[in-house]
Structure formats: structure tokens, C-alpha cells
């Protein structure tokens, strides 16, 4: 069985940082590229970040560009975002995704598996 566990979030004030873990079972951690998206209420799924098995390369979308770093531990099979100068905006649920692939993808249904999410709340 596949699990992707997400940690981490919580509630935060404008201006803080929070560390989110995605801890994953089930499959061969360092061939799959791992993504993390976001959805808050009344809005549309939001690509944030994404690592690939390969060479660890890292892409990001606009919101996250600057100030969020994803990154991965293949040998606990976890992969993390770390989120700095968060702003109220950035309020969401946040969810980790396995791609098994050589590649990545900003497109949340091009993945393999996806864990339940985390809510990160950002206080004014």
C-alpha cells in the first residue's frame, strides 16, 4: 500500500516559515519525482513545487518563486517544503505527490499518488 503523509502545518503569522514533510511508503522513494500543490476555498488547485528523482532539480510556480524551497531525503523517503515569508494568500491545503517519472509536471493528475493534505493558515 502507497501512503504519502503530510506534516507540518499549522497556524502562522504573515512574515513566518513553516517546514512541511511529505513522508512516503509503499514504493521505490528515489524513482519517482515528488510534487507539492496547494488549494484554498472557493479556489483552483495551485501547482507550488516540484523535485525530480533524477538530479533533484527543482521548479516552482510563481507564488512560491523566491520564497519556498522544496527539497528530499531519499534516504528517509520524504520529501519537504520549506516556506518562508509567508503571506495570507498562501493560506491553503497543501498536498505532496509521486510522480513515477523521469520528468516532472506543474499538472496534479499527470501523478501517481497524493497524499490528504495539510492546512497551513497565515495570519494577518
Known amino acids: 500500500q502507497v501512503l504519502l503523509v503530510e506534516s507540518g502545518g499549522g497556524l502562522v503569522q504573515a512574515g513566518g516559515s513553516l517546514r512541511l514533510a511529505c513522508a512516503v511508503s509503499g514504493l521505490t522513494f528515489s524513482r519517482y519525482a515528488m510534487a507539492w500543490f496547494r488549494q484554498a476555498p472557493g479556489k483552483e488547485r495551485e501547482f507550488v513545487a516540484a523535485?525530480?528523482?533524477?538530479?533533484?532539480?527543482?521548479y516552482y510556480g510563481d507564488s512560491a518563486k523566491g520564497r519556498f524551497t522544496i527539497s528530499r531525503d531519499n534516504g528517509k523517503s520524504t520529501a519537504y517544503l520549506q516556506m518562508n515569508s509567508l503571506k495570507p494568500e498562501d493560506t491553503a491545503v497543501y498536498y505532496c505527490a509521486a510522480q513515477y517519472s523521469r520528468t516532472w509536471s506543474s499538472l496534479l493528475y499527470e501523478y501517481n499518488y497524493r497524499g490528504q493534505g495539510t492546512q497551513v493558515t497565515v495570519s494577518s
Open positions: 523535485i525530480t528523482w533524477s538530479d533533484s532539480s527543482t
